[in-house]
């Protein structure tokens, strides 16, 4: 794997590694998350968009490699999505090396992404939505940073 962009972020090093083909993120030297399946990110907004019979507002906690929010604007009842992402290097990847994985989705007008730290953004925002899928970790036991096992 060569290293594509190694950054400061708001909670350590960030590393987007790559092969030309697939694509990972490496945080603090943990891996977080990569482009080869995503099938997991996909069914968790695929599942609840597809219990609702209306247009639904969708947050999405962490942009990752886009899998989750390329999926919800696929679904024909996602009324707006609002991605919610702490690591400016992330946002900015998908301008670039990682826009084919969310299919340029930062670019449709239903998306807003929001640079914040998902807890902190959650307790001050008054915004309600139909759905919620937070993704931004590694699950409850393996955190990539102390402050995401509140969540």
Same mark, same amino acid.
């Given at each position: 794997?060569?290293?594509?962009?190694?950054?400061?972020?708001?909670?350590?090093?960030?590393?987007?590694?790559?092969?030309?083909?697939?694509?990972?993120?490496?945080?603090?030297?943990?891996?977080?998350?990569?482009?080869?399946?995503?099938?997991?990110?996909?069914?968790?907004?695929?599942?609840?968009?597809?219990?609702?019979?209306?247009?639904?507002?969708?947050?999405?906690? #962490?942009?990752?490699?886009?899998?989750?929010?390329?999926?919800?604007?696929?679904?024909?009842?996602?009324?707006?999505?609002?991605?919610?992402?702490?690591?400016?290097?992330?946002?900015?990847?998908?301008?670039?090396?990682?826009?084919?994985?969310?299919? #340029?989705?930062?670019?449709?007008?239903?998306?807003?992404?929001?640079?914040?730290?998902?807890?902190?953004?959650?307790?001050?925002?008054?915004?309600?939505?139909?759905?919620?899928?937070?993704?931004?970790?590694? #699950?409850?036991?393996?955190?990539?940073?102390?402050?995401?096992?509140?969540?």
């Amino acid at each position: 794997m060569e290293v594509y962009e190694r950054r400061a972020g708001e909670n350590g090093e960030l590393v987007l590694r790559g092969n030309g083909r697939h694509f990972e993120i490496i945080s603090n030297g943990v891996f977080l998350m990569d482009t080869r399946a995503g099938e997991s990110e996909r069914l968790l907004v695929r599942a609840p968009l597809h219990r609702l019979a209306r247009p639904a507002d969708v947050l999405v906690g #962490g942009l990752g490699v886009g899998f989750t929010l390329a999926e919800a604007l696929r679904h024909t009842g996602a009324r707006s999505v609002t991605v919610i992402e702490r690591e400016p290097a992330v946002i900015g990847w998908h301008e670039t090396h990682l826009r084919p994985f969310s299919g #340029g989705a930062l670019s449709d007008p239903r998306v807003r992404v929001e640079h914040a730290d998902l807890a902190a953004w959650l307790r001050a925002s008054t915004a309600a939505f139909d759905v919620m899928c937070l993704d931004i970790d590694n #699950g409850p036991d393996w955190t990539v940073t102390e402050g995401n096992a509140a969540l």
